[in-house]
């Protein structure tokens, strides 16, 4: 437990309004995205580099956890406190600070809202690329953490490939800047380690980010199947016929029933999956993409290959797919959202893997996902009431993702292993993989002061972690 | 052949086995980095081999310069100690190619044509023509750091790499990534090892994602006055809509160097020389575009109008089939060695900036060669890459050159000695105080200026005066952190990056 006095010296370095204590207060931190929950014992809003470093060096003095949050809109656990402590969260710190439009540069906050960069520079011609479904609320920081990936990266890169510069604050609360505006620093690749290291390196307190010209001309395409296998080897075989949509994202049948209930995008409700493909680009690049990729779709039955008519159906397609874990909710009082990667090539394989896998365990797994690579996100309805529905439905999980792993895969494509998936991680990596990786670990956070009890399973690699509390059993209603 | 040498090569192979270790003078003389031999070569067959080496290694006490085909060892500062050449060259196959997930995994020691013949049967490629490609090794090419042309569009090694294994520096091997082209498991380690030297670990395969073959390219060149007008016509493409596969501008010297090289062995009959395709003295920005036909057609309509709006003085269209333009772009893709081989103490700065500062850079750069009497070569990406080439001045330069005031930076400064000059070849070791000098005016420019500097070619000796990677940054220190973290002896080409 924290005490009063404790409390008191951190609302000195910041003040009363910006720290967090009571029991009531807390419980909202206690949640991300993912079914885990983690409660922290205190809550500070930082407003300043400056603030995170003072804060961080006075966690250190009382050898408390430190854990950063972005919107807590995570799916794996990342922005919980695993073993309570301090959590700095950002949403204080949302300034873009700097735009230079000349070079296609943004630097910001990590409190900044990933939708709110594109927002400041779209009248320039201008957005930022990396968009997962929660753009909206989810902010720089927390896509830091996590290399966030999203719909349109199938062309354009997830986030690591968008960032160029950080500031840090290490454990000790030393202030360092790595990575540089030009992106091309020679030595090592400071910026590609910190991206994608869930926040158990370091806190990110400012970022630099690249910015993308918005494309010529936008061609959105809707391919419906009377055929699950049918869609899916249409995707293998886009990507076989390197033709390169900037999104290719697939709904099955089940889950776009779902959608039209809630948001009507206008999905066919009577079709077995749909595809919904965007081309980008140059007018005569789009054109000749478009026509390859209807000869595609019509070759593996596609019932029809409808186009976006114009923006406002296009957004509603969109709104339609980013809306789809908000429809499913609807259905069931929780959902447990999967995110596995596999070879592209395996894909009609394993959405059938999935299917019996979701009929042995009784679950209804509803498919929506970042087909163009591989990236899976099978969605399990359970209910959390019943604790061994979870449990059930966290085997099921762990059965589909071995499945990735077994055809040439990975544990996770974007979301991130967290405290969600550290006990699968021996699946891929071996006790020297992980004695490296704990290495570099240690070489900013010695002594697991940072985001302690993710990423690493909790008997290897991370011995000297500090695990003071449990998982919170009660369940909010 | 030295006793500690002799101690090496025995201990070596009594621990390894005599079949993958060498020892001959004449063959270690091939291994030399920075004039240093080692007292050994190991050349093993697996990666568990390598791991064995690197164990024996570590235990003791013994330093390890990784290399593949040797084309690029002199990038980096002298090895504080050097008793192992670790060739990979035996690591050489292809350990998976899916072309259907457009998917690549090499041994490191592969050669690059290896797999790119593979990879062209399908119609796929990995974008790395970077300088010496066609003689490297796709371990040398990853751990040497070094990028090309397509960088522009097809990004760097860290936007394709997907996964990798390799030896750390206590034997261990050990992977990071995958080879889904989307993956977020456990750190990117793999990102570190690209530019690293071997300095952090024994790369011994990688995994790559693969990139469709375009359907049709063409090359676009605009002739301009000066560098200013040429990086005008870079900003005008940079606010179009068009996104060129890569925009790259060439100082008056260098398409000089092209014309004056021996004959291209590219293309087969030889093609017509390019002299007299492009008027003199003047900057060439060189634009390649790919796509299908009409694709290729709007750009070169887009791209002759915003060259006309820039002023610019001649435009030379290459079609899909013409082999001039293959022999250009080869040439230009092939720059570095093209310098050194006619220039072998060329000093060689990679510099790096925002695309908005280039002008500016180009400018004081030149400035700095002019006021040193030093011949200058300049290439730059439009992304925001100058490769500046100092050469050696030849003995009475002053007499031969323009004096300085005569030349205004945009027509490119002091003019290149003619390519037969004897003295350009030659060692100059009296230009070394001088390039030194102007190395030291140049690293304090781009200091000034926020800009990246390092020179991965020059003359040995000049590295005993000038340090080939800058001044230290404020992340040096974790840099020193994430060395000791893969390599905890510092036996992995010691000092070749940081000096511990």
Known sequence: MIDQALVSAFEKLTSPARVFSRPEDLLLYEYDGSVDKGRPDLVVFPESTAEVSEL?????????PIVGRG??????????????????????????????LENQRATVQPGVVNFDITRAVEHDGLYYAPDPSSQKSCTIGGNIAENAGGPHTLAYGVTSNHVVALELVLPDGEIVR??????????????????????????????????????????????????LDDASRTVAEITARAITPAACEMIDGWTLNAIEDYVHAGFPRDSAAVLLIEL????????????????????????????????????????????AFGALGRLAPSNYVLDGVIPRSKLPQTLRRIAEIAKAYGFQIGNIFHAGDGNLHPIVLYDPRDPSHLERAIAASNE????????????????????????????????????????????????????PGKMFPLNKGCGEIRVRSQLYTSVIS | ?????????????????????????????QYAVDEILPSAIAKPDSAHEVAEIVRFAFTENLAIIPCGNRTKLAIGMPPSRYDIALDITGLNKIAHYDPADLTISVDAGTPFNDFAVPLYKQKQFL??????????????????????????????????????????????????????????????????????????????????RTFPMPIESRGFVASLASAEAALELCHAIAHSPLTPTSIELLSPQLLQLFLDSPESDVSDP??????????????????????????????VRDLTHLSQQTAATNIHVFGSNDSQGADLWNYIGQSIPLLLETSPQATIFKISHLPGRLATLIAELTTIATQSSLPHVTLARASGIIYFALLPASNGAADVLPAADDVSPSAGGAALPAADHASLGGDNAANIPLLAQASAAIFQLCSRESASASIPWCPTALKHLVNVWGAPRPDSALMHRLKSAFDPQNILAPSRFLTL
């Open chain 1, 56 to 64: 961080v060096k006075l966690a250190a003095r009382h050898n408390l």
């Open chain 2, 1 to 29: 052949m030295t006793v500690s040498s002799f101690n090496v090569a025995a201990r070596l192979q009594s621990a390894i086995g005599a079949d993958h270790v060498i020892a001959e003078p004449a063959s270690l003389a």
């Open chain 2, 127 to 208: 974008p790395l023509s970077v300088p010496f490609y066609y003689l490297s090794t796709i371990g040398g090419i990853i751990a040497s750091g070094v990028d090309s042309a397509l960088r522009h569009s097809y990004g760097t090694a860290r936007d394709f790499l997907i996964g990798a294994e390799f030896v750390n520096g206590s034997g261990a091997l050990t992977k990071s990534g995958g080879r889904v082209v989307k993956n977020v498991t456990g750190y990117d380690l793999h990102k570190l090892l690209i530019g690293s030297l071997g300095t952090l670990g024994v790369i011994t395969r990688l995994n790559f």
């Open chain 1, 71 to 100: 919107a807590g809109t995570g799916l794996s656990g990342g922005a919980l406190a695993r073993t309570g402590g301090v959590m700095l969260a950002f949403p204080h710190m949302n300034k873009i600070l700097a735009i230079d």
């Open chain 1, 178 to 227: 790595i990575g540089s505006a030009h992106g091309d620093a020679p030595g090592y690749d400071l910026c590609g380690l910190l991206v994608g290291s869930e926040g158990t390196l370091a806190l990110v307190t400012e970022i630099t980010v690249k910015l993308s010209r918005q494309p010529e001309a936008v061609k959105t395409l809707l391919a419906v199947f009377d055929d």
């Open chain 2, 270 to 299: 030889p093609s017509l020389p390019l002299t007299g395709v492009f008027p003199e003295n003047s900057w060439h920005l060189c634009v390649s575009i790919e796509g299908t036909p009409e694709v290729c057609d709007r750009y």
């Open chain 1, 280 to 323: 980008e680009g140059l007018t005569e690049a789009i054109a000749a993409q478009s026509t390859a990729i209807n000869e595609v779709c019509l070759a593996h039955h596609a019932r029809e290959v409808r186009i976006a008519r114009d923006a406002r159906e296009r957004e509603l397609f969109w709104k339609g797919r980013k809306n």
């Open chain 1, 400 to 451: 589909i993702i071995r499945y990735c792993i077994e055809v040439g895969g990975a544990l996770t494509g974007e979301h991130g292993i967290g405290m969600e998936k550290n006990e699968l991680m021996p699946l891929i990596f071996s006790d020297d993989d992980f004695a490296l990786m704990r290495r570099v670990h240690d070489a900013f956070n010695p002594d697991s002061a940072l985001n």
